[in-house]
């Protein structure tokens, strides 16, 4: 169910790819909050710099596929004026309550000129059955869209929804590196305390996932609260709890739609680390298995290869002794003190579902981490040897 | 040509591979010293364990290819006894003496039985033409073997040599990440000078390179001196800079070979990163560049996608200005403040070579430094997929 207070559309701009709508824009026609997170990267796109410095009035949101609009100069802050101004005249907003977002090739000049033109049709179109242009219009190498929602579970008053759409596939990785990430709720939210909720909650979502290890320039995830379904804002207490829960849910279902969606991906892994000797040494085991090529190459040819893993969590940083480690694939008890148990066979089995859980203990404390990865295979390669041909 | 006082055999142990040569021995006839830098994984191998106890007294080196002795259990250190017990018989020499390396699957029991039973034909074979079936001997997925020699210019005295064999392949990355080495010499160094020159000549050349970031657990780089050729201790001065300097060439020449053998490449690589604001960071950065999938598979596909170069930088942890960036493809200027300078289709001309040299400068500071890396191919993702089948 799409929250109340907003509309969306979609239109085919030509900026870059031809016949394919690549032009999105989502409008909060009653506005009560809004937030972000945005990429750590040095090289930030054109497009994160203005909406990080527009985020707590940003009600509309315009998001293009196909041109990354990152080092293309020092006209690139223009070109996200004339983007705003052109949606906002038209909105009857001031350009600093538009959001920017892009997507695709770093370094080519944006098609200002095709957005422009597009922009009239676009908010033409805006309505409440345009989420899933919206949802399709944001892709570039993805195979399909990411959408996900949720009512919030509240104890009383009427029902409340959290919408979510998202971009994903390749240059995924930790540290806000993780994609384009658009989610709506209708319940109001004091913004000192949405602002702090989703970035708690993309900690432990879109920052636990990885492709390739790669981050992007772009890499932006927002939130709109409209308050047209509950106009008293969620200030503490057990409301909150039930928003962030439900938050949580929308991300973390987004968040695994980009991974099984990661760029030639044929499985999908959960690194699970626990038993480090603390929080940071089990993320960093699990970072550096879940982004190790030759584990995930293993991972795709199914080898259940354990001493691969060993050597990653051995370089990772986290401190452990060897032969202690213990490994499940699921429920399959792998490798036990270090050293392999039970039989290869069962091991390589498991290894052919689409998706499972690798679950190591360093047996060396309390701390636990995780991250979501998939495999490298022959499709990874030619997607990313020609991505632009 | 091979240092004087060295014998070197091979033989088919049929340890794991079936008829080829997988078990070499090198002995010094005449020794002075010997030194040695190793893996930093946390899951060292137990030939690892072995010889960095051993190191100083090391006159022999015994080496298989086809299993690690990595995690093989408490019984490992055992099995490396026996092997270096059954040589040090033949030899008259004690088992300390013996140095140990290993490389191949980890985990998988040694078979320590064939080994024992090899090792008296492979002492019968020792001779001063033994050299190339021992490189041959020690190699697995590389496709040819890995040798280099100079003759060392003193000013004056009888010539002397420093030879040497490398085994590489996968698994290649910094921090002594690197595979196995063994460099011979024929003059006669202090001990300690020899450590220290070993290290820093290592750190310069094997660990700035990489062909998938991993780390294995049995990375282990041996120099033994026999002073054969020059009795008299090199103790410093311009003896030890042609030493030095000796050294650096033929540790430079096996890296780069290493890296042209790099599992499935198709590309060399160098990448150069000038005017970082410290030596450190410009490592991070060169690093960040040599190691990410999107510009080793962007490399492979002779994609100009400078765009994930400059992504790779801003991740990297090094500091810098996107718009002072300046890129060059060899002599080509391919970028200039941060933004494409010239025709893309030249950029893409000058990566069909298979060996060229990337040049970036972040124009913040004096700091400097290399990695040489290769592309990511089709072939590594086959080979790696199913290394063991």
Chains 1, 2 share one sequence.
Not at 181 to 207: C, H
């Amino acid at each position: 169910m799409i929250p109340k207070g907003f509309r969306a559309a979609a239109v085919e701009a030509q900026m870059r790819y031809k016949n394919r709508l690549d032009l999105g824009l989502v409008v909060a026609d009653e506005f009560q909050a809004a937030a972000g997170v945005f990429t750590q990267n040095v090289c930030q796109a054109a497009p994160v710099t203005w909406s990080k410095n527009r985020i707590a009035g940003g009600r509309a949101i315009l998001v293009n596929a196909g041109q990354a609009n990152a080092q293309t100069g020092r006209g690139a802050g223009g070109r996200c004026l004339q983007s705003a101004k052109a949606v906002a005249d038209r909105l009857g907003l001031s350009a600093d309550q538009i959001l920017l977002a892009s997507t695709g090739i770093i370094g080519q000049a944006l098609n200002i000129e095709a957005l422009v033109e597009a922009v009239p049709a676009l908010v033409k179109k805006l309505s409440p059955e345009g989420f899933g242009d919206f949802a399709q219009a944001i892709l570039t190498t993805d195979t399909v869209p990411k959408t996900a929602e949720m009512a919030i579970p509240f104890e009383s008053g009427p029902e409340a929804w959290i919408w979510g759409a998202a971009k994903g596939s390749g240059m995924i990785a930790p540290n806000m590196a993780t994609m384009l990430g658009f989610i709506l709720t209708d319940v109001a939210v004091d913004p000192k305390l949405l602002r702090s909720i989703l970035s708690q909650t993309a900690e432990n979502t879109f920052n636990r996932i990885t492709v390739d290890g790669d981050t992007s320039t772009n890499d932006s995830l927002f939130i709109i609260a409209s308050g047209a379904a509950r106009s008293q804002p969620i200030a503490g207490g057990p409301e909150a709890d039930a928003f962030k829960k439900s938050l949580h849910k929308v991300l973390d279902s987004l968040s695994r739609q980009i991974v099984r969606d990661g760029e030639g991906a044929t499985r999908i892994v959960e690194i699970k680390v626990q038993g480090a000797r603390t929080k940071e040494e089990a993320l960093l085991a699990a970072r550096a298995v879940a982004q190790s090529p030759l584990v995930k190459t293993a991972f795709f040819g199914c080898d259940a290869n354990w001493g691969r893993i060993l050597a990653a969590l051995g370089r990772s940083g986290a401190d452990f002794e060897p032969y202690r480690v213990d490994i499940d694939i699921d429920d399959l008890a792998w490798i036990r003190h270090g050293l392999i148990f039970g039989r290869e066979m069962d091991a390589a089995a498991a290894m052919k579902k689409r998706e499972y859980c690798l679950t190591i203990n360093l047996n060396n404390g309390p701390g636990q981490d995780r991250m979501l990865t998939c495999d490298f295979s022959y499709d990874y390669v030619k997607i990313n040897g020609s991505y632009r041909s």
